[in-house]
Each structure stands twice: as C-alpha cells, then as structure tokens.
C-alpha cells in the first residue's frame, strides 16, 4: 500500500515537472521549445535552451500586421548594433513562401521563423507580441516592441536590468465593469450603448436579417470618430476633419474613450439604420459628426490600358488581410477604398471602369512599390494628384 502511494506521488511529481514552464511566464524559465523551421539561416532548427548565455527577443509578428513592419525593422537595427550579445528570433505562423517574399524585399539580417504549433506555449491575442529572456533563461519582459529600444537593450545587456510595461492580452480586471449608457428597445428598433469592455477586442460587424440582409452593425471598443465612420460609411480616418479647435489627440485610443454600439432595425427601417444609428450618438454624444466636401491632397487610381476583364464569377466575394486581397465580382470604387487603408491621404476612384471584377492582390508593406506591381496586373495604377480634389469627408464638431 505504501509502496503503491509513494509511486502515484512519484508519477504526480513527474508529470508535474513535465507541465512545469510550458509556458512563457514573466519571471520563470522560457518553455525549452525548438523552432523548427528558420528560412534565412544555415541553422534550420534552434532550441531556446540552447540559446543560455546571451539575451534573447523572441517577436512574434505577421507580414499583414500594420504596426509590426515598423518592429521588424527597428529590432533588426537593434540586431545589427549588438551582433553576437544579443539574439533576436521573429516568429510568424505565414507560410514559408510568404516569408521568403519579406526576406527577400527587406533583405532583414533577423532570423525569420515560420511556425504554427507555439501558441500553446507562447499566449497571446494580438501581434505584434515581443518576449525577453535573459541569459540564464528567464523571461524577464512580455511587452509590445515599441516599447523596445537600444537603450533598454543596452542597459540589459551591460547591467541585466529591465522593466518593461506588460502586454497581457488575457488579463480580466474583475473592478472593471462594463458601463450601460443607453438602451432602446422598440419594434422598429434594438440600440445599446456601453462603455469599454475588456473581455471584446476592437472591430465591428454587420448585423443580418433571417434574408440576409444588412440590417444594422455592432461595433466594439470603438472611439467616437470611429462609431460615426463606419455608420457614415467613411473609407478612412484620412477623410475625418476636425473642427472646433478638435484634433484626433480628443479621442485617445483608451479604454476611458473606447464604446460599445449596436443597431439592428426592422425591415420597416432597414434602409435607415444607419441614419437612425447618426442620430442616436448626436443625441448622446458632445461631439456629433456630419458629411461634407473638401479639397484634400489625394492619390487617383487610373485604369492605364483597359486590360482588366469583367467578372465570370458566380458570387461576390471581398476578403483581405493586410496586403493580401481576394475579391469577386466587387466594383473597382471598392478597390480605391482598399487602398485607402494604407495611404495617409484619400484615394479616388478615377478609372471610369463601372462593371464588376475579380481582383487578387498579395504584395508586401515593407515594399510599397510591389502594390503598383500588383495593380499593374489589372491594368490600373495609383497616381498622386497634382492638385486638391474634391473629397467626400466627415466632420467632427462641438455640439
């Protein structure tokens, strides 16, 4: 019986053992994971363990991620001034082809890894996602990059010290309730109004009758000038203008200036929903929000050799993630909005081309030039205007 009992407690102390640092914890050992699959390095494979003597980043990352091009580039600075006192390992779950295409237009010194299997180890929600571990193996910073400078890798490297914000994109502040403005509930319509809630990431999506059709949006931790730009229909924050001595710096994005919406009306009111959604948030906002015109500096999308051929396609389809698009049967005007997401001025639809295309993109953020590559392929090109155009724009105001 003893004998029996002292072995379950042996096995219990192994499995123990075994579960022990499986994950990447701020102040304990970095879980001895092998990256497997390294595409610019002689080395394939590499263990973090392996790794004990010298400091090491781990970046997760993706090529589509906006903020995380910017990282890259800054941590293969970071790498190129401390060489050998320092490794720094980035980390995508893309496939390797996507990844040589970014080695090969960054021409980045980083080791680029390609692997899907480390969230169980390494969790998180949202990249860019950077983890510091100091010689002896132990995570001393869970943070966002841009918290990441050669200052604070040196002090790191020279006296082993850090203290870094954290970025924990799983923690619940159980004294953080989610505050309920204002509620309607009629038979023409369903609106809700909340303030910041923790447990919903930043996004929206719209809302659909038993037919399909769009009958309303639901928006989550969303500033003011967002919940009236997607309710207006605004291609980009590039057409939103202040007014009133108000500045985008009036709406940070915090959890004390983030909301909650959501309208959904009935077929009565489907064709409204977005004007009854406006006048709601006039009605209970200070800031209220309205549609105009100005002349703005923009780029103009051009068709350059009438090469591009209607749609064959059966049914719609618009899916894009970052610089990765997959379109059918959409109008090119859908296109110009695209673009728009990563152009710091508005972009005009100037092509004159009225039908419905299938249009697939793939370029790379850290290259711009490979987006006209693209558009090329369509016959269509992205100009920069010589002057100021009209522009439809949306205008934030004082009540």
Known sequence: MIRNFLLLTLIICIASCKNKNEIAELGKPVPNYTFKNILNSKQKQISLHNLKGKPVILEFWATWCGPCIPAMKKLDSIQNQFENEIEIITISNESNERLEKFIKSSKTSLRIVSDTTHSKNFKFNVVPHSIIIDKEGIVR??????????????????????????????????????????????SNYTIELKGYDQEKRGGSKF?????????????????????????????SPSRIIFKDSLSEKDFPYEKEHK?????????????????????????????????????????????????????????????????????????????????????????LDKTNLNGLYDINFEWQAEDPKTIHTELKKYGLELIKSKEKLPVKIMEIYKK
Not at 225 to 235: E, G, K, M, S
Not at 269 to 293: C, P, S, Y
Not at 297 to 314: G, V
């Open 141 to 186: 910073a869970i943070t966002n990059p841009v918290n990441i400078n050669k200052e604070v890798i040196k002090n790191f490297i020279t006296n082993n010290e850090i203290n870094l914000e954290l970025k924990d994109d799983f923690y619940i502040d159980p004294n953080l309730e989610v505050k309920t403005i204002k509620t309607i509930a009629n």
């Open 207 to 235: 809302l659909k009758d038993t037919e399909g059709n769009i009958n309303g949006v639901e928006m989550w931790n969303s500033t003011i000038p967002r919940l009236y730009q997607t309710l207006f229909d605004v291609a």
């Open 259 to 347: 909301y909650n919406f959501m309208i959904q009306v009935s077929e009565k009111h489907q064709q409204k929903w977005r004007e009854i959604g406006i006048d709601f948030l006039n009605k209970n906002f200070d800031f209220n929000a309205k549609m105009g015109v100005d002349s703005l500096e923009c780029y103009t999308l051009k068709n350059i050799d009438n090469s591009i051929k209607p749609s064959n396609s059966e049914a719609k389809e618009f899916m894009f993630m970052g610089t990765i698009l997959k379109a059918k049967k959409i109008k090119i005007s859908q296109i110009a909005e695209y673009l728009e997401n990563f152009t710091s001025i508005p972009v």
